[in-house]
C-alpha cells in the first residue's frame, strides 16, 4: 500500500488536520466512489494512522478492504467499515437512544448506532415501536427516557418523533427512510412529516443519513460529560 | 326571483334528480363562482323544493343569501350556509366523531360536522387532540371509540390518524388541512403523511375538503342503521 | 421454528393483543423487509396461533414459506399469503364490489379481493370497465349496485370513481396505481385525479394499496351487518 | 395616436406580416404587459389595419382601449378585446363545440369561444355537463356529436375530455382550469389527467389557455370546409 | 387460440362496438400487461376480424404474436405489431408530416407514424431537424408546409413546434420525449416547453406517447376529405 | 378574563402539565388561530400562572395582548409575545451562536435568540456573515467557536451551515429560510441544501422555523450544565 | 446620516474590500430588507465612497433614497438605484447584447442592462424577438452578432437561447423571467427549457436575475478588452 | 464505412456548416442514441474531415469506435471520444481551472477537461476541495486564480460556486452533479443551490453537464486572445 498515498493525491484530498481542527477525523463516504478509490483512500488513512469509519460501503468493497486490512469490521446491515479505533468501547459515554419504527427501517438505524459508537458514545437500539401500536413505545418509553439524546428513524408518515417529543426531554434527531412506497416518493413524505412536527424538540436530517444523525448525536451527547 | 331559474340555465345545469337516483341532492360548491351565480342556484334549488347545502360561503354572499331567504343559516366557521332541511335534527342517526388535531383545524373540522348533520348523521367534535401531547387525545378515547365512523383533521405532519387506527375500530376518513407553513406547502405534507400511514383502517380526502369526509363519513354511518 | 420467537423479538415486535384491542390481528408488509425477516415474523405469529395475512410478498418469500407451512397459500397475482384462517368462507358478510378499470390494474385490485376476504367480507372483481368505453360500465352497473361498498381500482387519469360517485350510493374507496407513463409520474396523476374528484363519496388511499382499501372497505362493510 | 407607432417599436415589435405568412394575424396577449403598452400595441395594429384580438385583458385596459376606440368590444367574461372583424358572423364555418365541466369553468370557455368566433369558426357552448352526473351530458350529446372539433374544459380531476373521447369521433382539444383547491395545486391535477386520459383522440393547451384551445380548433375546423 | 375469448373475458372486455360507434376500433396497449394478456386479447380481435395495432410492445411479445399469426407485422423501432388492416395503403388520404428534432426521438415518431398510417392517413417523415441548427429546419420547410397536420416530436428543451408554430399554417400536435437526462427529468422539461409554447397553433400528448399524436393527427387530416 | 378558560375548553386543551411531563411549558403558535383565539389562550396560561411564549404574533395581537397583560413584551422582528417569566435572565446558562447569513434573514433569527432566551439559554447574534464574503464569517469565528450549539440561519443556497461544520466542533442547527427569489421556491433550495450538506454536525428544522431552532438548541446547551 | 454605519453594523456587514479582493463592489440587493435597512446600507456606502448599485428597489424606497442622495438615479422598469460611479459611460468597454424575447420580458432584461452599464460594459437593448415569429430574430441578428456577450431573457418555453445559440459563435447567458400562466409555474418551465437548451454555449441564471447576467457577462465581455 | 454518409441521412442531418457558421465543429451526443447510430455519425464526420468530439459514450461503443478507427482516443472517466484535432495540443490558449468538490464528480469534471481541451483551451483540474474542509480550497486558490474562467463543479448542496464567487474575479461555471442520495434528487438540490448563489459572477449548466460547462469556458477563455 505504500503507493497508495500517491494515487489517492490524484483523486482526493485527505483533511488530515480535521481532528486537531475539529476534534474528529475525517469520514469516508463510500457511495459515488469507485471501490478501487474508497480502498486507497482507507488505506491512505491507516497510513497515517488516522482511525477510519466508512459508511455506504457494499459488500465487494468490504472483501476488498478486509483482504488488505484484517483488522477492519464489516456490519452488513449498517453497511459500515471500521478500522482502527476512535474509542475504545469500554470508554464510551453518556447513552443515545435510537429508536426505530419497523423492521425495515434496521438498516438505517444500525448505520446511526455504528456511527456514534466509533465517536464513543454508548447506545440502545429499540425496535419496531412505530406508532401503528402505540402501547409498543409507551412500553419502551423508561429505556428511552434514559438517553441523552434521541435519534428516531422511520420512514412511511414518520409520526414516532412527533409523539416522542411530547413524552421526553432530550433532544431528538429524526431520520427519515424511504420505507414505503407509491406517495412515500423515496422518504419525501417522511421526511415532510419530520420537518413539519407538531412537537418542539426535533431536527431533521437527509432521508437515510444514519451517519448524519449518529455524528451530531455524539457531538450532543459528549456535552453531557462522562 | 322567478327568473332565477332560465338566468341559471345559461350557466348552470342543476341535477335536480340526484336525490332520486341516488338518495342526496346536489350540494352547491361556491368557491371559484360569482356570488350571482351561487344565489341564483340556491334560488332555483328553493323553488323546485331541494333542501340546499352551499360550502366555501364567504360572508358577503351568506349576506345576500340570507336577505333573499330569511330563514337560511351561514355558520362563518365551517363557512357553509343551509337553507331548507334534508333530515330532522331529531332524526339524526349513529355518530360520527370528528377528530381535530389544533385549533387552526376547526373550520375545516366544522364543514364535516355541518355536512354530516344536514345529511342525517349525529356529530361530536373534538379538538385540540393532537399527538404533541398524545394524554389528550387518550383522555377522549372514550368518546372517540362510540363512533360508527371517524373523521380525522390535521394539519402539519398530520399524524393523528396514524395513532388513532391503531386504538379504534372504525374506519377513519382523514382530512389534510393547510395547518403549518414552510415545508407543509399549503398542506401537502399532511396529505402525504395520511396517504402513507402505517396503520389501515384509513382513507384520505382532498387537503381541507371537510364536505367530502363529512359526506362520505355520513354515508358509512348510515350503514349501521339507525 | 422453536427459536423464531426470540429471533424476531431482535428486529420485530408482535402487536399480538391487536385482535383484542380493534378487532383484527396485525398484517405483515413483505416490502422492505428480508425474505427472512417475513418468515420469521410468520413464523411467530403461526406459534401463536395468529392467522396471517402478508402483502408484497415475492415468488421467492412464496417458496420459502410454503416449504415451511404447506398450508399456506399465495396468490401471485395479488402477491399476498394467507396462512391460517380468521375468517372461515362461509361465513363472509355482505358484499364488496371492487371495479378495476384496466386489466394492468387486476393485481392491485387482487390485493383488495384477497384482503377483504380475509377479514371476512364477500367481494365481486368487476374488471376492464374504464370510462374509455363508458358503456362497459353502465352494463356491469346492477352488479356495482349490490354492494354496501365500492372499491374503485385505476391509473392513468382514474376518472373511474368520478364517474362512479354520480351513479351509485355506496361509498367509494378509490385506489390509484402506477398504470400509465410519461406524465402519470408513476401514479401520482391518477393519486391527483382521485382527490380531485368532482363528485362527492369518495376517499382514497396510496398509490397501489389495495390492501389499506380492502382493509378498510371490510370495516365499512362490517357496518351493514350480515 | 399618430406616435404610438414610434413609442410600440421600443418595446414591441408587431409581426405585420404574419397574416400573409401563417393566414392569422398576431394576438395580443395583455397580461404582463402594462395597460400603456397594450392600448400602443392595439392603437398600433389599428393604424396598419390588422384587426384586433386581445386576449386576458382586465377592465381598467378595456376602459381606456374603448375610449380610444368606441368600436372595440370588451368580453368580461372570457377577458378579450376586439376592435376590427378579421371575419364577418356571417362567414363563420362549420363547427366546433366548446363543452364546459363546471360554472367555474366558463370564462376560460369564452375566451375560446371568443377566440374562435374571431378567426372565423361557428361555435356552441354547452356548459356544466361534468362528469359526477353523467346524464347531464348524454343529453347534450346529440348536440356534440354535430361538431366537427370538440373543445373540452375542466378543471379538479378533468375527467370530462376522457368520457367524451369515447363517444365522439371528433377530435378534442383539453383545456385544464384552475378550478378547485388543495391538491388540484393551481390546475396541476387537471392538466396531468388530461394528458394520461385512457382514451385516444385528444391533446391538451396549457391550464386556462381558452386562446390557444380556440386557436387550434379554428385551423382544424377549417380543413373541413365551408 | 379457440378458447381465447373466454381467457379474455376474465381479464378484458374488448369494446367490441367501438369501430362502429366512433368510426375506429380499439388499440391494444401492451404495456403493463402480461405478454400472454396481450396475446390472448390480440387473439380475440382477430377472432373477431377486427384489424389489430397493439403499441408499446416488446420483442418477446412480437415474437409470440408472430409465432401465432404469421400475418403479423412488428416494427421493432415504433414498438408496434399490426395483426390485419384497417385501411389499404393505397387508399390513405392527404398527409401527416412528422417532424423530428434529434436521432433519440425517432421511435417515438415512429410510433406516431405507424398509427396514422393504419388508420389511413399518408405521412411523411422528417428527421433531425432541431432548432439548434435551424438552417436544416428551414431547407425543409417546403415539405412540411404541404401537410395538413404536423407531429412535432422534441425532447431536451423542445423548441421545434414553438419555431414551427411561427412558419406554417398547418395545426401542430406536439410530443415530448424523455431525450435529454439530468434537469430535463424524464421529459418534464420537454412537456412544460410545450405547454408554454409561445406561438398558438399547439396542442400536447403524453411524453412518449407518439400513438395519441398519431391518432389524432389522423381524425384531423381526415376532415380535409380525400 | 375570568371566563376565556371556558372558551378557551371549546377550541382548545391547554397542556398544563406539559412542564411536569417534560420540563417545559407549552407554546402557543399564533398563525393559523384568530387573534381572539390567540388571546384567550393566553389569557388562560396567564391565570394558571403558566409563563408564556407566544410565535409568530402580529402586531395587531400584540396590541391586544398588551392592552390586557401590560407586562407582556412583543418583539416585532422576531414576532414574538412573552409574558411571564420562565427563566430569570441572570439565570441563563451556557452559550448559544446564532449565526446569520444576511440581514434579511435576521426575523428568524431573532424568533431563534427569543425562544432560547426564555428556556434559559445565554444567546450571541452574529449577522451578515454569509459565504459570498467568507472572511467576514472568518473574523468572527472567535465568538462563534465559544458556543455550545450554533443555530445556522441562511436562505439562497444556504451554504453557511456546510462551511462552519468544517471549522467548529458543537453540533449546529441550520435553519433555511424564504429569502430569495425565483428557483429558491420559498426556501425549498435552502432545505434542500442544508438536508444535503457535505460536512456532517448538521440537523435541520423547518423553512423559518427559528422557534424550533431555539427550542432544540436550548435543551442541547442544558445538557452542559451551568 | 452620520450616524448611519453604527445602524448598519447592527444588521450587516459591509463588504467594503471587495473592491480590493475581486475588483467589483458589493451590490445592494433590496428585496427582503427593510427600505429602512436598505437606506442605511446605501448611506453607509456613501459615507465610504463605493459606489452603489441597488436592485429589486421599490419606487417607496427610490423616494427615500432620492430625497437623502439628489444624485441617485432610479430606473423604475429595472428597478435599480444607483448612487455614484463606478466606471464613466465615456469608458464602457466591449459589446453585450441584451436579446429579450417579449415585452414583458423588458424589466429583468433592463436590469441585466443596468448593471453591465455599471460596471463597465456597453450593451444594446434588442427587444420582442422572440422564435414565434422568426424573422424578427432574423432581422437583428446582425447587431446581435457584434457582441461579445449575449444575454438572452425569455419566459414562457424561453426557446430564443436554443435558437440563438445554434446561429452566433459568442457564449450566451440565459435568463429566465415568470412572464406567462399556468404551467409556467412561475418561471420553472423557462427554467428547465434553458437547462435543457439542445445547443451549446448556454449557461444560466436564476428566474428574474438581470443583475446576475449583467454582471457575469460584464466579468466575460472585459476578458476582450478594450 | 463508404455507405455511411447514406444511411446516416436516414436518421441523422449532420451540421457539416456549422463550423463555418460558427466556429466550431458539431458534437456527438451518445446517450439515446444506438450504438450504431452513433458510430455511422462518427464516421460520416470521418470522411468529410470534421473532427470529432463524441460525448456520454459507454465502453461497448468506445469498442467499436476504436476498432474501426484505430486513431480514436477513449477516456473511459469522462466518457468522451475524441477522433481527429481540432486543435493541437501545443496551441491551446489561456487556462480554465475546474475545480471539483469531491472524488465523486471527477467524472463530470473530466467531461469539461476534454471538451475545452479538444476546442483549444488549457486547462487544470484541481480536485476535492469541497467546503467541507475549506483550508484545502485556501491553498489551492493560488492556482485557481490564474484562470480565466472557472469551471465549479459540486454535488450534495453545491456550495462550492458561492465560496469561490467571494474570493476571485473570474466567471465561473458551475456544474451541478447527481453525486448525494435522498434529498438530493438526483442533482436537483445541487442545481437549486447553485442557481440560488448569494454572491454573483456564477451561471449553470444542467445537472452533470460537464461538456457544456467546458464548451462555454471555452468561449469565454478565447476572449481573452493567446
New interface residues.
Given amino acids: 500500500m505504500g503507493s497508495s498515498d500517491a494515487t489517492v493525491s490524484?483523486?482526493?484530498?485527505i483533511?488530515a488536520?480535521?481532528q486537531e481542527?475539529?476534534?474528529?477525523p475525517?469520514?469516508v463516504y463510500c457511495?459515488?466512489?469507485t471501490d478501487s478509490?474508497s480502498l486507497d483512500?482507507i488505506g491512505s488513512m491507516r497510513e497515517r494512522g488516522i482511525p477510519v469509519l466508512a459508511t455506504?460501503a457494499n459488500s465487494a468493497l468490504a472483501s476488498r478492504v478486509l483482504a488488505a486490512f484484517p483488522d477492519a469490521v464489516f456490519d452488513d446491515t449498517a453497511r459500515t467499515i471500521t478500522l482502527g479505533v476512535f474509542c475504545e468501547p469500554q470508554n464510551r459515554q453518556g447513552l443515545i437512544s435510537v429508536v426505530c419504527?419497523?423492521?425495515?427501517d434496521?438498516p438505517v438505524a444500525m448505520e446511526a448506532v455504528r456511527t456514534a459508537e466509533f465517536f464513543g458514545s454508548a447506545t440502545e437500539l429499540i425496535?419496531?415501536?412505530?406508532?401503528?401500536?402505540?402501547?409498543?413505545l409507551f412500553s419502551r418509553l423508561g429505556d428511552v427516557c434514559k438517553a441523552?439524546v434521541i435519534i428516531a428513524v422511520a420512514?412511511?408518515?414518520?409520526?414516532l418523533p412527533?409523539?416522542l417529543?411530547?413524552?421526553?426531554?432530550?433532544?431528538i434527531?429524526a431520520v427519515?427512510t424511504?420505507?414505503?412506497?407509491?406517495?412515500?416518493?423515496?422518504?419525501?413524505?417522511?421526511?415532510?412529516?419530520?420537518?413539519?412536527?407538531?412537537?418542539?424538540?426535533?431536527?431533521?436530517?437527509?432521508?437515510?443519513?444514519g451517519?448524519?444523525?449518529g455524528?451530531?448525536a455524539n457531538?450532543?451527547?459528549k456535552?453531557?460529560?462522562v
Fill in positions: 490524484a483523486f482526493a484530498c483533511d488536520e480535521r481542527r475539529i476534534g474528529y475525517e469520514v457511495a459515488g466512489k478509490q483512500i455506504k419504527a419497523g423492521t425495515s434496521i425496535c419496531d415501536v412505530g406508532v401503528a401500536g402505540i402501547h409498543r441523552r420512514g412511511m408518515e414518520a409520526a412527533s409523539v417529543a411530547g413524552l421526553v426531554s432530550a433532544p434527531i427519515p424511504g420505507t414505503g412506497y407509491g406517495a412515500s416518493f423515496g422518504g419525501l413524505a417522511a421526511l415532510l412529516g419530520m420537518l413539519n412536527a407538531c412537537a418542539p424538540g426535533i431536527s431533521v436530517v437527509n432521508i437515510d443519513n451517519f448524519g444523525a455524528y451530531q457531538m450532543i451527547n456535552l453531557g460529560g
